[in-house]
C-alpha cells in the first residue's frame, strides 16, 4: 500500500467512518460493528474512494429498511453482530462477489472500484439478508 492509499483511508476513518457507525447502531438499536477489511483496498485507489458512499452507505441502507419495523430490527439484532466488508479484484468481479451471513458475521465481498456489476447495490443486500435472517 502506497503513501497514496494511506492518507485516503485514513482520511475515510477520521471523517466518515464514526458518523456511519453511529447512524448503523442508532438503525438496528444495538452496536454492530463495521469492519472493513483495510488491505483489500490497498491496491485500489478507486474503491477507496467509494467506502463511504457505496462499501458502507449501501448496505446501511439495506438495513435501514430491513429495520424499519420491531420485526426486522429483532431479526437483526438477534443474527448479526458485525458487518464486515472486503474489496476483491476488478477482474472477473460480478461473478466472484459475494454475501454470506455465518456466525453473526454479514460479509459482503465485492469490487467497490469498478463497473456496479462488481458490487451489490442495497435492494440486493435487503433481499439477501430477508432471505437469511
Not at 447502531?25 to 457505496?54: Q, T
Not at 451471513?101 to 439478508?129: C, P, R, W
Amino acid at each position: 500500500m502506497g503513501l497514496q492509499e494511506k492518507k485516503a483511508i485514513q482520511s475515510i476513518k477520521d471523517q466518515y467512518m464514526d458518523d456511519l457507525q453511529k447512524e448503523l447502531n442508532e438503525i438496528v438499536g444495538k452496536e454492530l460493528p463495521i469492519e472493513i477489511e483495510w488491505d483489500s483496498f490497498s491496491n485500489d485507489a478507486d474503491a477507496i474512494k467509494f467506502i463511504p458512499g457505496v462499501a458502507v452507505r449501501r448496505p446501511i441502507d439495506a438495513f435501514r429498511d430491513i429495520c424499519s419495523d420491531n420485526m426486522g430490527k429483532e431479526a437483526v439484532q438477534e443474527a448479526i453482530n458485525q458487518l464486515s466488508i472486503v474489496n476483491i479484484e476488478k477482474e472477473n468481479a460480478e461473478a466472484n462477489k459475494s454475501m454470506e451471513l455465518k456466525g453473526g458475521v454479514f460479509t459482503i465481498k465485492a469490487s467497490f472500484g469498478g463497473h456496479y456489476s462488481g458490487f451489490f447495490n442495497d435492494t440486493q443486500m435487503k433481499e439477501y439478508l430477508e432471505n437469511n435472517l
